[in-house]
């Protein structure tokens, strides 16, 4: 149980396009979603958390008109790049709480890699 | 502000050797703690965890850590290392107090030798 996953597992754009990528729970009710960004050889930093229903609250130095976050029912979240730039190049991933547990852990998705070309 | 400080960022071991990978934090709150594993372009995996009661926690793979609050320390241990353990090991830190969001650190790597 616990399963979340990302589509597309990578994605290649060109610079000045948006992508849109997918965090789905697929066994469990996700009231809360986090989205975080690795770069090459670094760790993982936390970009914004969203709960369904309501605005994503962003981290400091974020932009949210850039990385647009929906959380529109209790399994799917979706974070859109706009107008992407070769920096934004990174591994995006995305986990998940299970509003059903009393629980701090979060489930981890496969990660999805994008190039900007 | 909540920090994280994995000191090792590389540690190499000879396969069937013990292994230590140290995890220090500094939170305001009473924390929770994690331990993740990621191979080269693939996604976390958890490890263990703690959230209250016994220090000592057993996980996957033959794995255990052990929280001590008087340290600021979780440290992560493995007996016997085998060849598949090498990849990249991540400490994490979150707490209530802080909206349940996690804090990594920077990661340690693990390579193994035969």
């Known amino acids: 149980g616990a399963v979340v996953s990302q589509h597309p597992s990578w994605v290649i754009c060109k610079s000045g396009t948006s992508v849109k990528i997918e965090c789905r729970s697929l066994?469990?009710?996700?009231?809360?979603m986090f989205w975080y960004r690795q770069f090459p050889k670094q760790s993982l930093m936390l970009m914004a958390t969203?709960?369904?229903?309501?605005?994503?609250?962003?981290e400091q130095g974020v932009e949210k008109d850039k990385f647009l976050i929906n959380h529109a029912s209790l399994t799917l979240s979706t974070l859109t790049v706009t107008s992407a730039h070769p920096e934004d190049s990174s591994f995006y991933i995305c986990?998940?709480?299970?509003?059903?547990?009393?629980?701090?852990?979060?489930?981890f998705g496969p990660g999805t890699r994008l190039t900007v070309t | 502000a909540q920090s994280v400080t994995q000191p090792d960022i590389h540690i190499t071991v000879s396969e069937g050797a013990s292994l230590e990978l140290r995890c220090n934090y500094s939170?305001?709150?009473?924390?929770?703690l994690f331990w993740y594993v990621q191979s080269p372009g693939q996604g976390l995996q958890l490890l263990l965890k703690?959230?209250?009661?016994?220090?000592l926690v057993q996980g996957i793979k033959g794995f255990e850590a052990e929280f001590k609050r008087s340290q600021s320390s979780f440290n992560l241990r493995k007996p016997s290392v085998h060849w598949s353990d090498a990849a990249e090991y991540f400490c994490?830190?979150?707490?209530?107090?802080?909206?349940?969001?996690?804090?990594f650190g920077a990661g340690t790597i693990l390579r193994v030798k035969s």
């Open positions: 939170y305001g709150a009473t924390p929770y």
């Open positions: 994490a830190v979150g707490a209530e107090e802080y909206g349940n969001k996690l804090v």
């Open positions: 969203s709960n369904e229903g309501s605005k994503a609250t962003y």
């Open positions: 703690y959230f209250s009661g016994d220090t």
């Open positions: 066994d469990f009710q996700a009231t809360t």
């Open positions: 986990s998940a709480r299970d509003g059903q547990r009393h629980s701090y852990e979060q489930y």
